[in-house]
């Protein structure tokens, strides 16, 4: 497919994509998007999951993450 026609990811296909890589650790993950970079919501039960997912958000995204608010439960 040539690059042209193919549209950028939107917020909610990044948080597929995340939420894939982590195997459903977080629970609701939702990506805002803000001028400066993401916010990331969700719920987990670790911190381990917590930094997991504030990782792979920044390596699928490329993209700062300005706040984490994924509660740890």
Do not use: C
Not at 14 to 43: E, F, M
């Amino acid at each position: 497919m040539n690059s042209e026609y193919m549209s950028e990811p939107s917020v909610e296909q990044l948080a597929g994509l995340v939420q894939r890589r982590l195997h459903g650790q977080v629970r609701d993950l939702r990506l805002l998007l803000r001028d400066q970079g993401l916010i990331v919501q969700g719920q987990t039960s670790t911190y381990y999951a917590k930094q997991l997912a504030q990782q792979a958000v920044m390596e699928i995204t490329g993209l700062a993450i300005l706040a984490n608010e994924i509660e740890v439960r």
